[in-house]
Nanobody
Framework: QVQLVESGGGLVQAGGSLRLSCAASGRTFSSYSTGWFRQAPGKEREFVAA????????YYANSVKGRFIISRDNAKKMVYLQMNTLQPEDTAVYYC???????????????????WGQGTQVTVSS
């Protein structure tokens, strides 16, 4: 069982940066692949980024590639999403998700994840 709690959201101007954090509980978190998703009002929840349990493999949605960086610190049971050059279209509630996974494996489908955080709001003003 894994519990996830996101933090770090807020209001930022276009072109700015934010760093989201996801704190995990559970003894075997290091064996869980994790991902970030986001959901804007009236839209489906969409994939943003994913990282394998070792941190050696990452994958990004095309819309954030080159601007966002996902990372993790298994010793601290933390996953991060560094978001740079933010744009108004990045405005959404951001969710952290986790599931057991093999090394070097990442997951991009929301139905592939078993555990979710409560979300943190990111608002980018123009």
């Amino acid at each position: 069982q894994v519990q996830l709690v996101e933090s770090g959201g807020g209001l930022v101007q276009a072109g700015g940066s934010l760093r989201l954090s996801c704190a995990a509980s559970g003894r075997t978190f290091s064996s869980y692949s994790t991902g970030w998703f986001r959901q804007a009002p009236g839209k489906e929840r969409e994939f943003v980024a994913a990282i394998s349990w070792s941190g050696g493999t990452t994958y990004y949605a095309n819309s954030v590639k080159g601007r966002f960086i996902i990372s993790r610190d298994n010793a601290k049971k933390m996953v991060y999403l560094q978001m740079n050059t933010l744009q108004p279209e990045d405005t959404a509630v951001y969710y952290c998700a986790a599931r057991k996974g093999g090394d070097s494996v990442v997951y991009t489908g929301r139905y592939e994840y078993d555990y979710w955080g409560q979300g943190t709001q990111v608002t980018v003003s123009s």
